[in-house]
C-alpha cells in the first residue's frame, strides 16, 4: 500500500473531506429516533448541511466560512423539534483556519464574537461555558498550527541561506585553488622556458652553467609539483589545508627569479615590519609571484625590483622592471592582473598596475592589510 502526502493532495480534495467529516458528525445525532416516533425536522438537516460545506472555501476566505458557518449554528437554535446537539463542528474547523490564516483584526473580531456569543445564544449556562471552551481551544490549536508553521518556515529560510553559504564557500574555495594552480604553474613553466631559452648560452660558458641552468629547471618543477601535490591534496576526501606561502618565502622567490635567466632582481624591505594576517600573507606572496611571472613571459627586462614597504601596519608592495611589460600587459587579457586584485580586495587591499614611472617598463602596487 503506498502512503499518502495529505500535504501534496489539491485543496479542494482535502478540505472536501473536512467538509464531508463535519457532516457527518453533525449528522450523527439524526439517526437516532426523535422521542414522539415522528422524523426529524428537514430544516435540521438543512441547517447541518449550511453549517459544514462552506468548510471547503476555508481556506479561500476564512472569515467569511466562519461568519457562515456560526450564522447556520445560531440559526439551528429555531429549529424546535431538532436534536441537541451545541457543538457545530463546521464552525469550529472554521475557527482554527481563521486562528490560523487571517489577519488579526479578523482573529480578534472571531473570537470576541463567537466567544461571547456563546452565552447569549445558549440554553443553559454549562452549555455555553463548554462552547465557550470549545471554541477558545479551536482557536488555541489554530495559533500554534501558524506559529508551527512559521517557525519550520523560518528553519527552512536558515537551512536555505547555509545551503548557500556552503555553495559560496566551496565556489570561493575552488576559486582560490584555481587561482593558485595558475599561479604555481605560470611560474614553474615561465622559469623553465627561461632556463631553456638560455641554455645555448650556458654550453657556450661551459658544463657548470649548464648544470646550473638544468638545476634551476628541476628546482622549479619540483617546487611546483609539490605545491600542486600539497593544493589537489585538499580536493581528497578527509583532506586537510596545508600552509600557505608567507612572507618569508618572498626572497626565496626573488632569489629562484633572479637566477632562472638573464634578468637580475633585486629586494628591499623598509619601515618597521607589522603583522598581517595568514590570508594577506598569502595574498602579498601571489602578487609578487604572478608579477614576476608576467615580468619574465612578457617584460623582457633586464632589471627588476620588488619593494616591500611597511607603513602604519599595512604592507605597500611595488614590483618595478625595466622591460616592455605595459605593451604586453594590454594584449595579455590580463587575467594575470585580475588575479592579483581579487587576492587583495580579499583582505582589504588595493592593486594598481601600469607603465612605469621611469617611462620604461612596467610596475605593480598593491597593499595588503
Not at 219 to 239: D, F, H, K
Request: glycine residues 10%; hydrophobic residues 50%; charged residues 20%.
Amino acid at each position: 500500500m503506498i502512503p499518502v502526502d495529505v500535504r501534496r493532495l489539491p485543496w479542494y480534495v482535502t478540505d472536501g473531506a473536512l467538509a464531508v467529516v463535519a457532516l457527518l458528525a453533525q449528522l450523527a445525532p439524526f439517526s437516532g429516533t426523535p422521542w414522539a416516533g415522528e422524523s426529524w425536522p428537514v430544516t435540521g438537516y438543512l441547517v447541518a448541511v449550511a453549517v459544514s460545506v462552506p468548510v471547503v472555501f476555508r481556506r479561500k476566505a476564512p472569515f467569511a466560512v466562519l461568519a457562515l458557518s456560526e450564522l447556520a449554528a445560531v440559526a439551528y437554535t429555531f429549529v424546535p423539534d431538532g436534536p441537541r446537539q451545541p457543538l457545530w463542528y463546521g464552525a469550529l474547523i472554521a475557527m482554527f483556519t481563521v486562528a490560523a490564516q487571517a489577519p488579526r483584526w479578523q482573529r480578534i473580531t472571531a473570537i470576541v464574537v463567537i466567544v461571547w456569543g456563546a452565552f447569549f445564544f445558549t440554553g443553559s449556562l454549562e452549555t455555553a461555558a463548554r462552547g465557550a471552551l470549545l471554541w477558545t481551544a479551536a482557536y488555541a490549536t489554530g495559533r500554534a498550527w501558524a506559529n508551527r508553521q512559521e517557525h519550520l518556515r523560518v528553519l527552512q529560510e536558515r537551512a536555505r541561506h547555509l545551503e548557500r553559504e556552503r555553495e559560496l564557500e566551496a565556489e570561493r574555495e575552488r576559486s582560490r585553488i584555481a587561482r593558485d594552480m595558475h599561479d604555481i604553474l605560470a611560474h614553474a613553466v615561465s622559469i623553465t622556458i627561461a632556463q631553456a631559452e638560455a641554455g645555448p648560452i650556458a654550453m657556450r660558458h661551459g658544463p657548470e652553467r649548464t648544470e646550473a641552468a638544468f638545476e634551476a629547471i628541476a628546482t622549479a618543477g619540483r617546487e611546483a609539483m609539490s605545491q600542486l601535490r600539497r593544493i589537489l591534496g585538499v580536493l581528497e576526501v578527509g583532506g586537510e589545508r596545508v600552509p600557505q606561502p608567507t612572507l618569508a618565502g618572498i626572497p626565496t622567490l626573488v632569489e629562484q627569479v633572479s637566477g632562472a635567466g638573464s634578468t637580475v632582481v633585486t629586494l628591499t624591505v623598509s619601515g618597521e615590519p607589522g603583522t598581517l594576517s595568514a590570508d594577506a600573507e598569502v595574498a602579498a606572496y601571489r602578487i609578487v609571484q604572478e608579477a614576476l611571472t608576467n615580468m619574465m613571459k612578457h617584460a623582457r627586462a633586464r632589471t627588476a625590483t620588488v619593494a616591500l614597504d611597511w607603513r602604519d601596519g599595512d604592507l605597500h608592495v611595488t614590483v618595478t622592471d625595466d622591460g616592455v611589460g605595459a605593451k604586453a600587459a594590454a594584449g595579455a587579457g590580463g587575467r594575470g592582473l585580475a588575479g592579483m586584485r581579487v587576492r587583495a580586495e580579499s583582505c582589504g587591499g588595493t592593486v594598481s598596475a601600469g607603465p612605469a614611472p621611469a617611462g620604461r617598463g612596467f610596475e605593480v602596487r598593491a597593499t595588503v592589510r
